[in-house]
Nanobody
Framework: VQLQASGGGLVHAGGSLRLSCAAS????????MAWYLQAPGKQRELVARITNDNSTNYADSVKGRFTISRDNARNTVDLQMNELKAEDTAVYYC???????????????WGQGTLVTVSS
């Protein structure tokens, strides 16, 4: 299983970016998908998570500005980021909790990370 993230880049404060992540390989069901960020010198932290039934939760710092969504048929998760701030600058990683076979164990997978830079 691989997670391929895309969509990072450089944007001015107040602008928008959309990150996308696609899971590929032998997948029975993806239970949860999420985006994390890791700023320089800091630990990786949760930005937003979405479950198989589209329940979502967000970090307080992004509520009202970011929206996570997923397409179960395509095994993708997107993060729409609006009103970006300089403090949103980080490497963003997609993450998935998934099962490769019916009745099997749940495994975690990480994407390779995509850099988001917000200039003030």
């Amino acid at each position: 299983v691989q997670l391929q993230a895309s969509g990072g880049g450089l944007v001015h404060a107040g602008g928008s970016l959309r990150l996308s992540c696609a899971a590929s390989g032998t997948i029975f069901r993806i239970n949860r998908m999420a985006w994390y960020l890791q700023a320089p010198g800091k630990q990786r932290e949760l930005v937003a998570r979405i479950t198989n039934d589209n329940s979502t939760n967000y970090a307080d710092s992004v509520k009202g500005r970011f929206t996570i969504s997923r397409d179960n048929a395509r095994n993708t998760v997107d993060l729409q980021m609006n009103e970006l701030k300089a403090e949103d600058t980080a490497v963003y990683y997609c993450h998935a909790n998934l099962m490769t076979v019916k009745g099997g164990y749940e495994y975690q997978y990480w994407g390779q990370g995509t850099l988001v830079t917000v200039s003030s």
